[in-house]
């Protein structure tokens, strides 16, 4: 650690503890006298600051610890703290690129989970879109267990063969993905009895779907009435990692997020301001 003398017209001695009997000596003479070595020396965190910043913040308590009898300077010592209103630690260009880096990528991906979680609840209620999570493997390996689907309402006519779609099955109204592999239309002409003219016609749809695990296509068609809209997008594997529905399990992702990012940047925040604490000399 550096060592810095100090200049007349201070006086005073800058020990943090008391000061040795020679300095009251040192301080009669006149002229160019030095004090002794071991008190006019500043040791620790107060030998970095100049002359004249510690003469500028020196707390002086001897004159408020003294007796109304006794002067400045005479009886006991003068004792002077050094004090550093200001105290920064040098950051490097890399540490502090982190620093950044990591508080942006953390408002980044809090603010993409809010985002997708607000996007889904505004799409489920409103929309009419729907999320599952496939439970068996009958349309392996397309979908596996696990896998979590986004079902897009769809009118009739939009479906083709070949689309996945989601649909209600058998009397129980069982929910099921399965794609088309055929599509069945049956027109019915309503023709009036008495002159024979056309009235209306009747058109309907049915689907015939297959899991693209099974060997046949499924007994029962699947009626236009009972479809609810056809696979639109897939999470793999995110149903397993939680029981929470794929909403719940963003807006708890996004509350993590949230959490160590504020916790981040409090942190970092108070860091800089806190002040290194001083060592004793």
């Known amino acids: 650690m ?50 004249d910043a510690q003469r500028g913040h020196l707390a002086m308590t001897a004159e408020s610890q003294l007796s109304e009898t006794q002067k400045p300077h005479e009886g006991n010592p003068m004792v002077a703290i050094p004090v550093m209103e200001h105290s920064t630690v040098p950051v ?38 729907e999320i599952l999570t496939v439970q068996t493997g009958s349309m392996k390996p397309t979908l596996d267990p696990g896998d979590v689907v986004i079902i897009r309402p769809t009118s009739a006519s939009d479906i083709k063969e070949q689309d996945i779609i989601l649909f209600d ?47 046949e296509a499924d007994q029962a068609p699947a009626a236009a009435a009972a479809v609810h809209g056809k696979v639109w997008f897939t999470v793999p594997r995110i149903g397993r ?17 949230g959490v160590a990012w504020v916790s981040y940047e409090v942190y970092r925040r108070t860091g800089k301001t806190r002040a290194p604490g001083g060592g004793q000399g």
């Open 2 to 51: 550096p060592r810095e003398r100090l200049r007349r017209p201070y006086s005073g001695c800058l020990r943090l503890r008391p000061c040795p009997p020679a300095w009251n000596d040192w301080h009669g003479h006149g002229g160019d006298a030095h004090p002794p070595r071991r008190a006019r020396l500043v040791r620790g965190p107060a030998a970095l600051l100049r002359t």
């Open 92 to 129: 490097r260009p890399a540490m502090r690129f982190l620093r950044v880096g990591g508080s942006l990528l953390g408002g980044i991906f809090f603010g993409l989970a809010m985002g997708a979680a607000v996007l889904l609840f505004v799409a489920t209620r409103f929309l009419g879109y």
């Open 169 to 215: 099955s058998g009397k129980d109204r069982v929910p099921v993905v399965h794609r088309v592999v055929a599509i069945r239309r049956f027109v019915t002409n309503l023709n009036d009895a008495e002159t024979g003219e056309l009235v209306r016609t009747d058109t309907r749809v049915e689907y015939i779907t297959k899991g693209d695990a099974m060997l």
């Open 241 to 257: 990692a939680t029981e929470l529905p794929l909403q719940g399990a963003l807006l708890l992702f996004a509350g993590l997020i």
